[in-house]
């Protein structure tokens, strides 16, 4: 028995070894083993790009809906949030914010708002002012500038880069320039230029530069009007108008 034990251990694994061995492994077996190939996938040529030119983020809030007047320029990048009113020939340039979640913001008539400027308002103001923003008619404020429950009154420039607080009131044909801070309720009287942090006079303007205050807001209006033709409000129709001119032998 001890014989046969030994016998058959010696033959076990030799025979699985040639069975291991003999197992077929020819090119033509092994391709006929071999997974199918992954299907090819291929882009309609009808299929309308995503392009971020057709978004625009209007947010509602609650009862409150952003509004935006027709003429308006809205830059697609652009959030406007709750109770947010942009009146005929403004501007809201790329990437600002207007969050209009807790009070009222208004941009008036050919007022611009430029790239990335934060404008929001606070529920109460600490001075006892109202706590909404108000832009009014022909203001202009520089790109990077944070604006917060103040109000700014007609044919006013406001440097880049500048910071209105809670219940800052900037007067009618005035100045801030770049880099200023205006401390919550601080008045900034006409006819001035005020700089610095915290913002003080400077000097008086003259009458030739109150006059080109407005003069720059009608400039900037005039520019985001060539926007109008790139950036539709809708969807993306404007792939397909090139698509056509393109068959017709349209220039674009």
Known sequence: ????????????????????????????????????????????????????????????????????????????????????????????????????DLNKITVGFCSNVQERCVVHAAWSSPTGLPAETLIERFVTVGAYSLLRSCTIEPECIIGQHSIL????????????????????????????????????????LTHEETLEIPKLAVAINDLSKSYFSEFLPYSTVYLEVEKMKKSLGISI
């Open 1 to 100: 028995m001890a014989t046969l034990a030994r016998a058959s251990r010696r033959l076990l694994p030799r025979s699985l070894t040639t069975i291991v061995i003999g197992r077929p492994f020819s090119a033509e077996t092994a391709k006929s083993q071999s997974p199918p190939p992954a299907p090819v996938i291929r882009e309609s040529p009808d299929r309308v790009k995503w392009d971020y030119r057709g978004q625009r983020k209007l947010i509602p809030l609650g009862q409150w809906a952003p509004k935006v007047a027709v003429d308006a320029y809205v830059a697609p990048n652009v959030v406007l949030a709750g109770q947010v009113v942009v009146h005929d020939g403004a501007s809201v340039w790329n990437s600002a914010v207007l969050r209009g």
């Open 165 to 204: 607080m809670e219940g800052s009131l900037v007067e009618t044909h005035s100045i801030l320039e770049a880099g200023s801070v205006v401390p919550p309720g601080r008045r900034i009287p006409s006819g001035e230029l005020w700089a610095g942090n915290p913002a003080r006079l400077v000097r008086t």
